[in-house]
């Protein structure tokens, strides 16, 4: 958190050796943005965005336990689901990805006419989030509403699958969040569980590749980072 925080701060044209609008790039730099229909303008988010990857994941040390966090969280996930604990860390195959990604959010003169972040799912299995203590921005939707997630002092924010947020903000503070997202690689097969498939529960969805799942979700034009919800597109027709 500290190290990125003094990425922020490092002199324009610094940071702008990392700006790119290639998101195929593992080091970069950028801004979201959203494409309003009707519309060719596009309105950027009030936000920069330091990303890359951490690799190989293999070759983390197992000490301290820390590094273990996201093996540890999806152990309880399974054991929750009444599956073996490493059912979850097996499916992501033996060469998940971890991605550390810096959003940085200015005070914002005017907060009513842009967000830091628009609203997104992530498309990874979990994300770690950490935010700047005291600062809130992240908001989630519960039943059809707007909730603010609060930053408390030492805490993490776990993220799951699907979950719907955004992010918000101020006048007043600067906000710096740091999310670890973890997830399968490109190649991995992503399918139903078949200890939680029964009579009362059956499959709804095909088995696919991840990267088929990346492509339906940006669009084919990833580098400007369209993003639809695509659920439907994998699911099985009765």
């Not at 073996?84 to 998940?96: A, G, I, S, V, Y």
């Not at 830091?116 to 992530?122: K, P």
Request: charged residues 25%.
């Amino acid at each position: 958190m500290t190290a990125m925080a003094q990425f922020f701060k490092l002199p324009p044209e610094e940071r702008a050796k990392y700006f790119t609008t290639d998101h195929s790039k593992q080091v970069k730099l950028f801004n979201f943005y959203l494409k309003v229909e009707g519309q060719e303008q596009k309105v950027t988010m009030w936000s920069e965005t330091f990303s890359h990857l951490w690799h190989p994941l293999n070759s983390l040390p197992e000490n301290p336990p820390q590094y273990g966090l996201m093996k540890t969280l999806l152990g309880l996930l399974s054991q929750g689901l009444g599956l073996e604990k490493d059912c979850l860390q097996k499916k992501l195959d033996d060469n998940p990805t971890l991605k550390a990604q810096g959003n940085y959010h200015p005070p914002c003169p005017d907060p009513e006419v842009t967000l830091g972040l628009a609203i997104h799912t992530d498309l990874n299995a979990l994300t770690v989030l950490k935010q700047t203590e005291g600062v809130t921005g992240l908001q989630v939707i519960k039943d059809g509403k707007w909730v603010a997630v609060d930053s408390l002092p030492q805490c993490l924010c776990i993220r799951v699958c699907t979950t719907a947020h955004r992010a918000v903000t101020n006048k007043i503070q600067p906000r710096l969040s740091l999310a670890m997202f973890y997830g399968p690689n490109r190649d991995t097969v992503i399918g139903p569980i078949k200890d939680l498939i029964d009579e009362q529960h059956s499959t709804l969805y095909r088995n696919y590749k991840y990267a088929e799942f990346l492509k339906s979700s940006t669009g084919k034009k990833e580098q400007e980072g369209a993003r639809r919800f695509v659920k439907e597109v994998f699911e099985l027709q009765n």
